[in-house]
């Protein structure tokens, strides 16, 4: 029995090795642009980032209109990319910031709506956008 769960444990600290998604207790929304710029092709940050962005607008409660929703491609890729170019554009800002920048884009274009009574999410990076 001991054998067993031994190669059970050895077996489980490789795979857990090999891994190595990403770093111990991140946290995405906190994550700097610059570092979301390094990392955003690894495919184990890709899957963090995508869980957390998914969950992060539902949050938000932002509601988009057929066809429009960042699920749906080309939209998909075009959140991607604005995502992208927002940090590239504010490198020390982060992934919430970066959120709540295509979120109020895209309630300003009448792609989208937010629940009553919430206002419009704003980047509080200091920037004048």
């Excluded at 857990?16 to 994550?31: C, I, R, W, Y």
């Excluded at 932002?62 to 929703?69: D, E, I, L, N, P």
């Amino acid at each position: 029995m001991r054998f067993s769960q031994l190669i059970t444990l050895v077996f489980a600290l490789i795979i857990a090795e090999q891994l190595n998604a990403t770093e111990n207790n991140t946290l995405f929304g906190s994550v700097e642009c610059s570092q979301y710029n390094k990392k955003k092709n690894e495919p184990n940050w890709q899957y963090g980032y995508k869980n957390w962005w998914s969950g992060y607008l539902t949050g938000t409660g932002v509601v988009f209109k057929q066809g429009q929703s960042p699920d749906k491609m080309p939209e998909g890729q075009n959140f991607i990319l604005s995502i992208g170019s927002y940090c590239n554009t504010n490198p020390s800002s982060n992934l919430k910031n970066a959120i709540d920048k295509y979120i109020a884009d895209q309630v300003k274009a009448g792609h989208a709506t937010l629940p009553n009574n919430q206002m419009q999410p704003m980047p509080n990076n200091g920037s004048a956008e």
